[in-house]
């Protein structure tokens, strides 16, 4: 069997005239699935994941004269969309997967809801502390809520920053649900948390800048350029919240508006935590830090406002919260929200927040 080689964007490639026959490859892949379904396996990391997987894809009777004009990502992309290796190609799939077009798990409903139009207004919350954990991460909730977060807010200094990825983010009173106007969109929440906080003697600094404008698509890198100029400005600071509004359509077009009634008898938007990881091999050696700051909140909510929180949603991606011990997406209510909805939800996390910050 000849064998050609060719240039593959600075990887050499071998190509061979015929293939291996398919019997034997079956038989081959049907021996390495029953071998690996009865070892324990290693953290393998993504790169050499997605430099395996190309090449297996190449070898497979490609004509001599095939005129390769494709990367490995372009034959993986479609398909397997955890698998990135580069800090740019993640916060393009961030930014892609992050924001108004991405859907939430939805967990039975706990109360009647109420359908008006296509907008079913229910109870998505959860009794306990609980995780959507999409990467598959080891985690305990016990454990979790044993973690020193070593956070000091009373000395009056700013310690919090909070800024908005998805700036114009709206609810229920601007169309589609987008708006850039700030007494309508998530910067109206930020101002409540941040009203909570400055009330607990916190400071914050609130960072109003649009971060999604003029591109959506590059929102997370002009949000880390925010972050990070505060923190220059800033060293004091040790918390950076990233307030959004979520975004729940089911398969019959149906939009969840996710509601919790206080004990005041007030409506207010049901809220998640979203905590990056390292799963994508991306620089985040704290990211179990940070879950852990976002589940003493929970767990407060738990308390004080007991529905107000759905599952903490564990990702893949890392979402800029690198930047400090102490970074989290709060997801507040849906685009079919009220904005004032979202602003009480505001107040009650801020609150929360606090409450867990003088407790350190």
Not at 20 to 30: A, E, N, S
Not at 289 to 312: D, E, V
């Amino acid at each position: 069997m000849r064998r050609r080689t060719k240039r593959f964007r600075g990887h050499v490639v071998s190509v061979r005239r015929s293939g291996i026959p398919f019997t034997g490859l079956v038989l081959l892949l049907v021996i390495c699935i029953y071998l690996l379904s009865t070892m324990p396996m290693p953290k393998i990391p993504s790169g050499f994941l997605l430099n395996s997987l190309s090449q297996t894809v190449l070898a497979f009777h490609l004509p001599e004269e095939t005129s390769i004009k494709f990367s490995p990502y372009d034959i993986l992309e479609d398909s397997i969309l955890s698998i990135k290796a580069s800090d740019v190609m993640q916060k393009k799939y961030a930014a892609k997967y992050g924001g108004i077009f991405k859907k939430s798990v939805i967990k039975a409903e706990k109360t009647d809801p109420v359908l008006q139009g296509n907008v079913l207004e229910a109870d998505v919350s959860t009794d306990s502390i609980t995780f959507i954990n999409t990467p598959a991460v080891s985690v305990s909730a016990d454990a979790l809520l044993q973690t020193p977060l070593g956070v000091y807010p009373q000395d009056g200094a700013p310690r919090v920053l909070i800024i908005h990825t998805h700036t114009s983010e709206a609810y229920a009173e601007s169309p589609d649900a987008r708006s850039e106007d700030p007494s309508k969109n998530v910067v109206a929440v930020g101002n409540e948390i941040k009203k909570a906080l400055n009330a607990a003697g916190i400071g914050v600094i609130h960072d109003t800048t649009q971060n999604d404008n003029p591109s959506y698509n590059q929102s997370y890198k002009k949000a880390l350029s925010v972050i990070e100029k505060n923190l220059a400005a800033h060293p004091t600071i040790e918390v950076v919240l990233d307030i959004h509004r979520d975004y729940i359509k089911r398969d019959d077009g149906t939009l969840v508006k996710p509601t919790v009634v206080t004990k005041n008898g007030e409506k207010a938007a049901q809220i998640m935590f979203v905590m990056g990881t390292d799963s994508m091999d991306l620089y985040h050696p704290n990211w179990r830090h940070n879950l852990a700051f976002a589940t003493k909140i929970q767990n407060k909510l738990l308390s004080t406002q007991p529905g107000l929180c759905r599952s903490i949603n564990i990702r893949t991606e890392r979402f800029n919260q690198h930047a400090t011990k102490g970074s989290m997406i709060i997801e507040v209510g849906t685009g079919v929200n009220t904005v004032e909805e979202a602003k009480l939800s505001g107040k009650l996390t801020g609150e929360a927040i606090a409450a867990v910050l003088k407790a350190q």
